[in-house]
Nanobody, 120 residues
Framework: QVQLVESGGGLVQPGGSLRLSCAAP????????MGWYRQAPGKQRELVAR???????NYADSVKGRITISRDNAKNTVYLQMNSLKPEDTAVYYC??????????????WGQGTQVTVSS
């Protein structure tokens, strides 16, 4: 089973910053778009950001300007830099590896999730 290993979650005050990391096996990282999703209690899992193998990115409207996704191909790692955090960013954050199939990204692998809590 493919393992995506996330790290970097924690408790932060509103307005603070966190950086999440997700390490993937090279065979997966090099051929997949990598994404970050989040799921808050009682809500559906939602896409936060995605980055393709070519470096193209897309973001949820709610995080644009505050959150940046990047990938280090030498380390097979994708990052999520989160700034100006708000209480509504509180959620479990999941890393994913996706393939583009018939014009739609299909998530094929998931990490175990890392908790991000924004609270004073």
């Amino acid at each position: 089973q493919v393992q995506l290993v996330e790290s970097g979650g924690g408790l932060v005050q509103p307005g603070g910053s966190l950086r999440l990391s997700c390490a993937a096996p090279g065979t997966i990282f090099s051929i997949n778009a990598m994404g970050w999703y989040r799921q808050a209690p009682g809500k559906q899992r939602e896409l936060v950001a995605r980055i393709t193998t070519g470096g193209s990115t897309n973001y949820a409207d709610s995080v644009k300007g505050r959150i940046t996704i990047s990938r280090d191909n030498a380390k097979n790692t994708v990052y999520l830099q989160m700034n100006s955090l708000k209480p509504e960013d509180t959620a479990v954050y999941y890393c994913s590896a996706a393939k583009l199939r018939f014009g739609v990204y299909v998530n094929e692998h998931w990490g175990q999730g890392t908790q991000v809590t924004v609270s004073s």
